[in-house]
């Protein structure tokens, strides 16, 4: 959200570089907001207010704004000045930070962190995109079975400044094992002296490390959590991932599947902000594969070109088949994919779904058909060209129902198939299940015309 | 998520009409599965597994509960059993649940709860279903400035296990209007004998009860909250919105959008629960108007039938062209349609859209253009019926150029002509804008074609 009214009051002030009413208008605004401002500035302008803040809202605004521009800002400042913001910063979007940084950079810096430090963001650093350990986070609190709920909060109390969260607190044996789970409403609920190990829940639902942030974001929806752990091979605490981290993670994997459905590589950032050649090249790609693809419809018509000379009025309801085909053919491949991606259906379910698609692409079909029937009747006879109208409906409406139940097997079955065969099912995208029905549908229309004149 | 080596267990429980054994299984499983397990079932069956329970995990059990099968066991209920379960919901579920009963069943029911519970359930469920206020809750934790921390935190403890959360309470006035938030890691923090006044946050993020959903879900987002609190037009708090309320929200909003953008009306449930007739009408209403909207290329394609009967390789390139087209409407509606629903672009930025699709547009036009060139040259001479290969890669590289460029503008713009308008953006879905560049595709190409030739 963009606040057009604050934006010529920051810019003024940071022309006038007036350190006092730049820092009051900090004061007055929620780093949020704020980090909205700065994102439309350049990375020199905000380096310049970032140095006017205390370090820890120096590094709470830095968090807010977009990744191109704290990398700018980061190029910009020296050594020094950086390692004292990675501290400051949480741990998972510092690591996040450091994982973006040209190498010799990161080298540079890491010297000047404490060894907890750099243990922490090298061992966060080296989870792989998308996994449930790039998103966690280690700033989370943790407590031994043995404390009495009076000695954990005020535990909790002394640590709350550095944590993500001290909401919930995870147990952890001697090998850090997670062994139970103890929210601080359970603390604050419990007799003082009652040890944690009687208080904390040890039904704990977990994520393993390597797991897809996905099923991290699933769990979490699944059973209303503020935060799940993350756990190694081993069953020990590595991390949490909270429900602001999984809110992002869902609203990424949705930006995913919906560009990927219209045949488009997915785009990290903003849509006016990414550059233009890097968006080219992610609309290209796709329409380039797709306009080969669709060089078989050529091929096809080549295949028909005596006939539909022959018949000239069966070219005057091609574009309105193939399209009904590619429309039905798109909402099942979007009713499937999206099912998918909520869970609701797997691949196992492919007979029940098969089975759904030819019952509703026959009554769909049909209804079409009937509709197309009709309007081929209503051909001019001037358009005809000696052709009868009647035969002419027989073959459109035919066409219609075929074309139509064609496309909602294509579109139903194949992203079950890609899911089973472990690709992204929102890749067969909507553009490539119409491709592959504008195909069969032009064949089989010719075929039907064929068969019927 | 399904378990299937549960559900035998659970069915078999069931069918033995084994009290001691389900008890034994509900202990031993969170209700989220165990709900998950039961959505399978039938109403009397889920019914006679929940009076096993006692109120408050029978509550919950339920809340977990598809809409249709909570629908379906509140039917089969005694009154007073109905009215025990309401009393034990969370304020929000029940209100769901006692909007979508039969009106006479609600005035059964209303007079066996208690006058303050009646009031809460009226207020809650009079709220038009896509506002804040129809998904807040009324169960937050209210403190009054003139509180101390330990007092406040002692309020706290008695209150918290009828409350959605303990971990932010709201601060009121005599008037009830909102003037403070305090997180319960703050009031942890504070010295015993500080007040609530001196404690809390007074530059508080709210929305107010008649706003959009997606828009509660987009504050709490932006500034990583916990809950948002929502007040009438005189500023007094009447509800909050929780976490995992605004998670729902976002999922829900993200399906019906990709729904929309594929041309269906929005499911509300279970891609394979959904009733067959209702699935099929969502789909056939926009099949139906995009087929008969389609009759426009028919009627097109008819005023160039005696052109393309004297140059008949003209044909062989109309699907072709028209989906190149469609295709990169689709990417361009997709690209806008989602930046406008993550608030990156609003209408007002339609001028830089505007040059931005002009620019990619064109180059993506030029570049298929050269391919669609190349191919039209490679025509077999026995397809050309005497025309010249020359010419006619003329004709399809201009008109795929031009089609791609209309593609782009059309899928670009529409969708912000429609937030303008205050419709929603991606009902201009995909097939929509396909269709209209079908049109628009096959007159731009015979227009070319006849100054070509």
């Given at each position: 959200?963009?606040?057009?009214?604050?934006?010529?009051?920051?810019?003024?002030?940071?022309?006038?570089?007036?350190?006092?009413?730049?820092?009051?208008?900090?004061?007055?605004?929620h780093?949020?907001?704020?980090?909205?401002?700065?994102?439309?500035?350049?990375?020199?302008?905000?380096?310049?207010?970032?140095?006017?803040?205390?370090?820890?809202?120096?590094?709470?605004?830095?968090?807010?704004?977009?990744?191109?521009?704290?990398?700018?800002?980061?190029?910009?400042?020296?050594?020094?000045?950086?390692?004292?913001?990675?501290?400051?910063?949480?741990?998972?979007?510092?690591?996040?930070?450091?994982?973006?940084l040209?190498?010799?950079?990161?080298?540079?810096?890491?010297?000047?962190l404490?060894?907890?430090?750099?243990?922490?963001?090298?061992?966060?650093?080296?989870?792989?995109?998308?996994?449930?350990g790039?998103?966690m986070?280690?700033?989370?609190?943790?407590?031994?079975?043995?404390?009495?709920?009076?000695?954990?909060?005020?535990?909790?109390?002394?640590?709350?400044?550095d944590?993500?969260?001290?909401?919930?607190?995870?147990?952890?044996?001697?090998?850090?094992?997670?062994?139970?789970?103890?929210?601080?409403?359970?603390?604050?609920?419990?007799?003082?002296?009652?040890?944690?190990?009687?208080?904390?829940?040890?039904?704990?639902?977990?994520?393993?490390?390597?797991?897809?942030?996905?099923v991290?974001?699933?769990?979490?929806?699944?059973?209303?959590?503020?935060?799940?752990?993350?756990?190694?091979?081993?069953?020990?605490?590595?991390?949490?991932?909270?429900?602001?981290?999984?809110?992002?993670?869902?609203?990424?994997?949705?930006?995913?599947?919906?560009?990927r459905?219209?045949?488009?590589?997915?785009?990290?950032?903003?849509?006016?902000?990414?550059?233009?050649?890097?968006?080219?090249?992610?609309?290209?790609?796709?329409?380039?594969?797709?306009?080969?693809?669709?060089?078989?419809?050529?091929?096809?018509?080549?295949?028909?070109?005596?006939?539909?000379?022959?018949?000239?009025?069966?070219?005057?309801?091609i574009?309105?088949?193939?399209?009904?085909?590619?429309?039905?053919?798109?909402?099942?491949?979007?009713?499937?994919?999206?099912?998918?991606?909520?869970?609701?259906?797997?691949?196992?379910?492919?007979?029940?779904v098969?089975?759904?698609?030819?019952?509703?692409?026959?009554?769909?079909?049909?209804?079409?058909?009937?509709?197309?029937?009709?309007?081929?009747?209503?051909?001019?006879?001037?358009?005809?060209?000696?052709?009868?109208?009647?035969?002419?409906?027989?073959?459109?409406?035919?066409?219609?129902?075929?074309?139509?139940?064609?496309?909602?097997?294509?579109?139903?079955?194949?992203?079950?198939?890609?899911?089973?065969?472990?690709?992204?099912?929102a890749?067969?995208?909507?553009?490539?299940?119409?491709?592959?029905?504008?195909v069969?549908?032009?064949v089989?229309?010719?075929?039907?015309?064929?068969?019927?004149?």
């Amino acid at each position: 959200m963009r606040h057009p009214l604050l934006a010529p009051d920051l810019r003024e002030l940071i022309h006038e570089q007036d350190a006092a009413g730049l820092r009051d208008f900090f004061d007055a605004h929620h780093p949020a907001d704020t980090a909205d401002l700065l994102d439309d500035l350049q990375p020199d302008e905000v380096l310049f207010v970032l140095g006017l803040l205390d370090g820890r809202t120096r590094a709470e605004v830095f968090s807010y704004l977009e990744p191109e521009l704290q990398d700018g800002i980061a190029g910009l400042m020296e050594r020094r000045e950086l390692a004292a913001l990675l501290t400051y910063m949480s741990h998972d979007e510092r690591a996040d930070l450091v994982t973006r940084l040209p190498p010799e950079r990161v080298e540079q810096i890491m010297p000047l962190l404490a060894q907890a430090e750099r243990e922490d963001i090298r061992r966060l650093a080296a989870y792989r995109e998308g996994t449930a350990g790039a998103v966690m986070t280690s700033d989370y609190a943790v407590l031994s079975p043995e404390l009495t709920a009076a000695e954990a909060i005020q535990k909790l109390r002394q640590e709350a400044p550095d944590k993500e969260t001290i909401y919930y607190s995870y147990v952890v044996d001697e090998g850090r094992r997670l062994i139970g789970l103890v929210s601080l409403k359970d603390l604050i609920l419990a007799p003082p002296t009652r040890r944690v190990a009687e208080i904390m829940q040890t039904d704990i639902i977990s994520a393993s490390v390597q797991e897809d942030r996905e099923v991290v974001a699933q769990k979490l929806m699944e059973y209303d959590l503020l935060a799940l752990p993350i756990v190694d091979t081993e069953g020990r605490l590595v991390g949490i991932v909270t429900h602001d981290d999984v809110i992002d993670v869902i609203v990424a994997e949705a930006t995913e599947d919906v560009h990927r459905m219209a045949g488009i590589e997915p785009l990290a950032g903003n849509y006016l902000q990414t550059p233009f050649v890097s968006l080219w090249s992610k609309r290209g790609l796709w329409l380039t594969i797709l306009f080969v693809g669709g060089f078989l419809t050529t091929v096809a018509l080549t295949k028909f070109e005596d006939f539909f000379q022959q018949f000239p009025p069966l070219v005057l309801f091609i574009p309105l088949i193939i399209s009904a085909g590619g429309n039905c053919g798109s909402q099942s491949a979007t009713l499937i994919t999206r099912a998918l991606a909520l869970g609701q259906i797997t691949p196992r379910d492919w007979a029940r779904v098969f089975l759904h698609e030819v019952l509703m692409g026959t009554s769909l079909g049909l209804a079409l058909g009937v509709v197309g029937f009709v309007r081929a009747l209503m051909t001019p006879s001037g358009a005809l060209h000696g052709m009868s109208a009647l035969k002419l409906a027989q073959v459109v409406s035919l066409g219609v129902c075929v074309v139509v139940l064609c496309g909602n097997l294509v579109g139903a079955l194949l992203p079950l198939l890609l899911k089973r065969v472990g690709l992204d099912p929102a890749l067969m995208s909507n553009p490539v299940v119409a491709s592959l029905v504008d195909v069969t549908g032009i064949v089989a229309y010719f075929a039907i015309a064929q068969a019927v004149l």
